[in-house]
Each structure stands twice: as structure tokens, then as C-alpha cells.
């Protein structure tokens, strides 16, 4: 089986990759880098050929979005890479040692994964930022991207793989698999004992597939249904200015807001001017029959509007009677990814960020920061919604286990 064949080639890749020191991963990721900036006009033109028949397919342009490529945006994948290069290595942590009372001396160390396998839509610039948190972290990754970025993700494969041979690494710690056929990703999640995690990144079709399919271990990283609620003391002049760059900056990504709350006692105050100006920026209004009522403009929200991610420039408005509510309707419509309150009451914030469920809670802040990049971590390679060790954007310290060293005298248990 091909795919077998491919994993045992990851695997070897990942048992060298674990025994290389820093300076030699740092080396490799800053090749990668300068490789994508060197092939930046390939690329392009690779993404121009998926480019031209997500056109003709009609690919939402949501997911256009996600897809198109320009300089600047290899430029920032290989920024990515080099943002990586300069975090410390993970592997390098160490508990410490600590001794009990037997003697045995103890320290729980960071060690890589092994093998990571990903499964991702319309989104080349996965592709790097997957084959930069594997490198460093000391894993060797299997991608299995969309039929619809093909042409793009075999471009940045082959630049990146290119510059890991150049590096004296292995360039198996980075394999594309170019079968794009249903069939093949059901048999890449059925690797038992080959792969050590499958991660799906993608829409919620895709995820729910991985998750309900899936016979190797799974991190789940989660749609974005993401809220924002404007509470009654908020100061309405930076209410506007985070809804609307929560909203607008970029509504295709999953940290994007899809629904506003506003507490009724300011929304009279507030919708109007508000909804006035994201409509002229090109946002359509979906509210509930108070936000219909207080905007001409706005269109009735329907049952599954609240539990849509729309991706596009499409706002869905409710009044809610008071925090309370507001934080009923998060309960009940989250993804658990990214939840906002805008509010000057301290109080208000701290119970709002202790009930509120999710990965990330914002007070006074966009929800478009949940960002590997933006946290710090250089990239990332997904963002987990579950309550496991890693929940929020995954980076380097996420993509490791770790293993317990013991150093004894010739003890044994009595």
C-alpha cells in the first residue's frame, strides 16, 4: 500500500529528526525560507492554475480567500518560518530533577510526537506553516491538502522539501501526498501505528469526518462561530471599532465574528449607527426582530443563522436582555473558539471571561487575535477547541509528549 510506504518513510524521517540540535533545525527552517522568497513566482503561478478553476467551479469567495496566494502572502509564510526559527527549541525543556525518597532521581523531559499527519481544505499556506511547527518540534509530518490547492501545495512542497535535501535533512520529514481521492484520506486516517496524530483542518464537514472516522489519534481544531457581546457599560466608540474589525478585517478566517450581542439598554443608542456603517462597508445585517426594528436594513435572522459560520461579510445581530442571556445564547451557539466581551466593569469581565467556555475569552479586544503568530508563537498549526493539552492556537510546546527519565543505584521495589 503506497501509503504504508509513505508513512514508513515519515518514520524513519521523524527518528532522525529527533537527534538534530537546534542550530541544525534553525539552519533548515531559515533554507526554507529563503527557498519560498526564490520561488515565490512559481508558487504564484501554481496557485494561479487552482486559482483559475476555483473560478470556474465557483468556490465560494470565502474560501477564494483562503486559497489565493500573492507575493505578499508567501512573503508572510515565509516570515512564519522564520518567526518559528527564532522561538526555543521546545525540546529543550526540562522539569528539572527532583529525588524521592528512595533515591531514584527523575525529570520529565519534552520529546516529539513522532508523526504527524494532516488533512486540510483550500488553505496553501498550511502547507508551511505545518512543515516549519513539525521541523523545529522535531516531528516529521504527512499533508494531505484539498484537490482544490494541488497545483499550490506541490509547489510549496517541493521548494520546501528542496531545501531540507540542501540542509542535509531528510526531505521525508515533509511529504506531500498528491492523491487528493476521498478514499485516500479515509486510508490515511485508518494508519494505526503509523501516524501518532492526525490533525483535520478545514470547514466543519471536514472535521466532523475526521473525528467520527478517524482510527489514529486526533487533535480537533474547530470552525469559528465567534461572539462578541457589547454590554451596557461598554464605550460604544471602541464597541465600533472592534466590531468592525472583528467582522471585516478578514471575515473568511475562522477568528472572525459571526454574531454580535447588545445588551437593550444600549442598543437604541448604539445598532442604528453602528449597523449603518458596517452596511456601508459591504456587511449584510441579520438580526433578530428588535435588530429589524432599530435598522431598516436589516434582514430577519434565521434558526440557523446563529449556528452558521459565514465566512463571508455577513453579520448576525440579537439584542439580549442582559448578560445573563447573552451568555445563554454563547452556550448554546459557540464553537467554543473565540468569545468577547466590551465592557468598562471590571466585575462584569471577570464573571464574563470565568463562565464563558471556549479557547480564548477577550475583554476589550478583537477576537481576530487568536493567531499562532499573534500569540507569540511564531505560527501555528491549528486551532483546538478541545479541552485536552492543547486548546487555542497549536504550536511548538502542542506538538510535543513528554517521557519520565529515571537515574536509580541499582534500586527495586520492595
Keep these: 500500500m503506497e501509503l504504508v510506504a509513505l508513512a514508513k518513510r515519515a518514520r524513519v524521517a521523524s ?13 533548515a527552517l531559515a533554507a526554507m525560507a529563503q527557498a519560498l522568497l526564490d520561488y515565490t513566482v512559481d508558487i504564484c503561478a501554481a496557485n494561479a492554475r487552482d486559482m483559475q478553476n476555483a473560478q470556474a467551479n465557483n468556490m465560494p469567495k470565502s474560501t477564494q480567500d483562503r486559497l489565493l496566494l500573492t507575493p505578499a502572502r508567501v512573503a508572510g509564510m515565509a516570515g512564519g518560518l522564520r518567526a518559528v526559527m527564532e522561538l526555543p527549541d521546545p525540546l ?6 527532583f529525588v524521592r525518597p528512595n533515591g531514584l532521581r527523575m525529570a520529565r523531559v519534552r520529546v516529539p510526537l513522532g508523526v504527524i499527519a494532516m488533512i486540510y481544505e483550500a488553505r496553501p499556506n498550511v502547507t508551511s506553516d505545518s512543515a516549519a511547527l513539525c521541523l523545529k518540534s522535531g516531528n516529521a509530518v504527512i499533508l494531505r491538502g484539498g484537490a482544490d490547492a494541488i497545483h499550490s501545495n506541490k509547489a510549496i512542497a517541493d521548494v520546501l522539501r528542496g531545501a531540507l535535501a540542501a540542509s542535509d535533512i531528510n526531505p ?13 484520506a479515509k486510508q490515511l486516517m485508518g494508519l494505526a501505528g503509523y501516524i501518532d496524530l492526525l490533525i483535520p483542518r478545514g470547514g466543519a464537514g471536514l472535521i466532523r469526518s475526521v473525528v467520527e472516522n478517524a482510527r489514529v ?5 474547530g470552525s469559528g462561530i465567534c461572539h462578541t457581546y457589547i454590554e451596557e457599560n461598554a464605550d460604544l466608540a471602541m464597541a465600533k471599532r472592534i466590531v468592525t474589525n472583528a467582522k471585516l478585517s478578514r471575515p473568511s478566517v475562522c477568528n472572525a465574528m459571526e454574531t454580535l450581542l447588545v445588551d437593550a439598554a444600549i442598543a437604541p443608542d448604539f445598532l442604528p449607527d453602528l449597523c449603518k456603517t458596517l452596511a456601508e462597508l459591504g456587511c449584510e445585517i441579520r438580526g433578530c426582530a428588535i435588530t429589524c426594528k432599530l435598522y431598516a436594513g436589516c434582514v430577519l435572522a434565521t434558526d440557523a443563522d446563529w449556528d452558521t459560520e459565514h465566512g463571508l461579510p455577513i453579520l448576525n445581530v440579537r439584542v439580549v436582555g442582559d448578560m445573563d442571556e447573552a451568555l445563554a ?5 459557540s464553537t467554543r ?6 465592557t468598562r466593569d471590571y466585575a462584569v469581565a471577570q464573571r464574563f471571561h470565568r463562565l464563558v467556555d471556549a479557547a480564548a475569552v477577550y475583554v476589550n479586544a478583537s477576537t481576530r487575535f487568536t493567531d ?9 498549526i491549528g486551532i483546538s477547541t478541545q479541552k485536552i493539552h492543547a486548546r487555542g492556537p497549536v504550536g511548538l510546546r502542542e506538538l510535543c509528549s513528554t517521557k519520565t527519565i529515571i537515574f536509580g543505584e541499582g534500586q527495586i521495589r520492595e
Design 92 to 97: 529543550s525543556h526540562s522539569d528539572g530533577f
Design 172 to 184: 521525508d520529514a515533509v511529504i506531500l501526498i498528491e492523491d487528493t481521492a476521498r478514499e485516500t
Design 15 to 27: 527518528r532522525q529528526l529527533a537527534q538534530l540540535g537546534e542550530g541544525q533545525k534553525n539552519q
Design 372 to 380: 499562532g503568530g499573534e500569540f507569540g508563537f511564531g505560527a501555528e
Design 329 to 333: 445564547h454563547i452556550e448554546a451557539h
Design 337 to 342: 473558539h473565540s468569545e468577547a466581551i466590551v
Design 217 to 221: 489519534p486526533v487533535l480537533e481544531t
